[in-house]
């Protein structure tokens, strides 16, 4: 059973370009959580999703971010127009139900560079 | 407002010897907490999940606290090896069910263990 999924690992994009990152989670998983590190600070949440409906929004960007989480494929965070301000590491995590206490299994990450 | 507090920030032990980090918090109501690793470069992965009913926990070298009464929890690290080099991130969980079930992270402690 394959862990988290994320791809690219590594993202360069220049200001102004599109960002898509991937996530597949853990086979049997159907909640999904995304998460941004910026150099020296703590996981901030982002986003919630279950299949084809966002949970819970509340830590994303009012502009120029979107996620989704489609009945077949990955879940795709979604940055348009992308700022220097983007650069950081993008964490996806999965689990089988809410989390409440059960664990979240965290992908690799993608590390985005905005040049 | 829920917040974690970890120190130290940052430690740096010889080989084999013990540690012991410690995590504060004021999330309410408090429903788990978890502890991190996260090596550089890669996604964090659990070490251990503890109830309100649970003051100790381990995983191998690994042994957590918690003292929910004070809002306390120390990561305590036995005879300590190359590879625990990482950050150790405090995670505590709200019954809230708001923001991907009320996860609130801390920064983390660095750990770098000197041969």
């Known amino acids: 059973n394959a862990g988290v999924m994320q791809n690219p690992r590594h993202l360069v994009r220049r200001r102004g370009q599109e960002a898509r990152l991937r996530c597949s989670p853990m086979k049997g998983h159907s909640h999904v959580y995304w998460y941004r590190q910026l150099p020296e600070e703590g996981l901030k949440f982002m986003v919630y999703?279950?299949?084809?409906?966002?949970?819970?929004e509340s830590g994303m960007p009012k502009e120029r971010f979107s996620a989704e989480f489609p009945k077949e494929g990955p879940s795709i965070l979604r940055i348009q127009q992308v700022v220097r301000g983007d650069s950081a590491a993008y964490f996806c995590?999965?689990?089988?139900?809410?989390?409440?206490?059960?664990?979240?299994?965290f992908g690799p990450g993608t590390r985005l560079t905005v040049t | 407002k829920n917040q974690v507090e970890q120190s130290p920030q940052s430690l740096i032990i010889l080989e084999g010897k013990n540690c012991t980090l410690q995590?504060?918090?004021?999330?309410?109501?408090?429903?788990?907490l978890r502890w991190y690793k996260q090596d550089t470069g890669r996604g964090p992965v659990s070490l251990t999940i503890?109830?309100?009913?649970?003051n100790t926990k381990s995983n191998g070298r690994y042994t957590a606290t918690l003292d929910a009464d004070t809002k306390q929890s120390s990561l305590h690290i036995t005879a300590s090896q190359l590879s625990d080099s990482a950050s150790y991130i405090c995670?505590?969980?709200?019954?809230?069910?708001?923001?991907?079930?009320?996860?609130?992270f801390g920064k983390g402690t660095h750990l770098i263990i000197q041969p």
């Open positions: 999703l279950q299949k084809e409906n966002i949970i819970d």
């Open positions: 503890m109830t309100f009913s649970e």
């Open positions: 995670v505590v969980s709200a019954n809230s069910g708001g923001g991907a079930d009320g996860l609130t």
């Open positions: 995590a999965s689990s089988p139900q809410p989390t409440g206490t059960y664990e979240q299994y």
């Open positions: 995590c504060n918090y004021t999330v309410s109501p408090f429903s788990n």
